[in-house]
């Protein structure tokens, strides 16, 4: 069967499927969103310089320059099943030991879930490392 795709104003995908109308004659067309998430990883000053780049990853079809492109989209699925939002900024008043992980930081641009996205990783604390870790392997394993 042939199905076709179309763009809405907002730049979303929809994709016609066929469907039979009530009395069996020629199908018709059923929108169906298709989401493809995709960012821009850039990463700089890591301790290890292989972690040093920006990378493209797109999730829905699987796909980009990412050195690890399956286990961050996986990782992006997981957590997208969960509540909260891997991309949010630690909480003002958070209480962070003040363990520090070195002078890695990452942004993170893109659309996830139908979203922008515009998040910046550093690893100057506790929270901070968590979070990044949070995002392995979207983000690249640093050690700590």
Not at 27 to 56: I, W
Not at 110 to 139: H, M, Q, S, T
Request: with cysteine; hydrophobic share 40%; proline share 9%.
């Amino acid at each position: 069967m042939l199905r076709h795709l179309f763009l809405t104003a907002a730049g979303t995908a929809l994709a016609a499927a066929p469907l039979l109308s009530a009395h069996g004659a020629a199908p018709l067309p059923l929108p169906v969103r298709v989401k493809q998430d995709n960012f821009t990883v850039t990463v700089t000053n890591p301790e290890n310089s292989r972690a040093k780049g920006t990378y493209e990853l797109k999730c829905g079809p699987t796909g980009g320059t990412h050195p690890k492109p399956q286990a961050a989209c996986d990782r992006l699925l997981e957590l997208g099943r969960s509540a909260g939002d891997p991309f949010a900024k630690v909480p003002a008043g958070a209480v962070c030991t003040m363990l520090y992980g070195g002078p890695a930081t990452a942004r993170v641009t893109g659309v996830w879930k139908g979203r922008g996205v515009d998040a910046v990783f550093n690893r100057k604390n506790g929270c901070e490392i968590a979070r990044w870790k949070n995002l392995e392997p979207l983000l690249p394993t640093l050690g700590s």
